[in-house]
Nanobody
Framework: VQLQASGGGLVQPGGSLRLSCAAS????????MGWYRRTPGKQRELVAV???????NYVDSVKGRFTISRDNAQSTVYLQMNSLKPEDTAVYYC?????????????WGQGTQVTVSS
């Protein structure tokens, strides 16, 4: 499985960006797709996750501003980021986690830089 992320860039505070991540290969049907982010000196943080059934979860700091969605037919996950703040600046990584009965397997995209600055 390979994940190809796109959509990062430089945006002013209050602006919007949309990240996309397309998965290719043989994908196990029971899975979650999500976005993590990492800033220098900090651990990687889960931003948002969505199950194959469409259930979502967000870190508190992005609730009401970010929306995660997925297109199962295209094996693609999106992250719509609105009202961006400087503290959202990070490298964003997409993730696909296969959920097997007693184990899981993670795949990662290459990371895309999001910079929020005036």
């Amino acid at each position: 499985v390979q994940l190809q992320a796109s959509g990062g860039g430089l945006v002013q505070p209050g602006g919007s960006l949309r990240l996309s991540c397309a998965a290719s290969g043989s994908i196990f049907s029971s899975n979650t797709m999500g976005w993590y982010r990492r800033t220098p000196g900090k651990q990687r943080e889960l931003v948002a996750v969505i199950t194959s059934g469409g259930s979502t979860n967000y870190v508190d700091s992005v609730k009401g501003r970010f929306t995660i969605s997925r297109d199962n037919a295209q094996s693609t996950v999106y992250l719509q980021m609105n009202s961006l703040k400087p503290e959202d600046t990070a490298v964003y990584y997409c993730n696909l986690r296969e959920l097997h009965i007693t184990w899981s397997l993670n795949y990662w995209g290459q990371g895309t830089q999001v910079t929020v600055s005036s």
